[in-house]
């Protein structure tokens, strides 16, 4: 399995900014694409998922409202649109797998890094 996230950058305080993560050798079943982040210093953290079948989306406290997340079953793509950004969301954002049947996220990609200035 190899995930491949891109789209980070340097922006401004409110910008907005699109993340993708583009998913290969998936030959098992999905039950979520999720994104997590991880700040200089700091543990990493749940951001969303995006659950593969339902289509249905979770967003932790600190990104509800302003995030959101869609996919592209044809290209397998998952994408995360991050808007009104603030310095704290400064991270290197990873796109992750959770198959089926397992309890927890198991395929990690490589990381892309967001930077917000204030």
């Known amino acids: 399995v190899q995930l491949q996230a891109s789209g980070g950058g340097l922006v401004q305080a409110g910008d907005s900014l699109r993340l993708s993560c583009a998913a290969s050798?998936?030959?098992?079943?999905?039950?979520?694409m999720g994104w997590f982040r991880q700040a200089p210093g700091k543990e990493r953290e749940f951001v969303g998922g995006?659950?593969?079948?339902?289509?249905?989306?979770i967003f932790s406290d600190s990104v509800k409202g302003r995030f959101t997340m869609s996919r592209d079953l044809a290209k397998r793509t998952v994408y995360l649109q991050m808007n009104m950004l603030k310095p704290e969301d400064t991270a290197v954002y990873y796109c992750a797998v959770h198959p089926a049947g397992r309890s927890t996220y198991e395929f990690w990609g490589q990381g892309t890094l967001v930077t917000v200035s204030s």
């Open positions: 050798g998936l030959t098992f079943n999905v039950n979520y």
């Open positions: 995006f659950g593969w079948l339902s289509g249905r989306t």
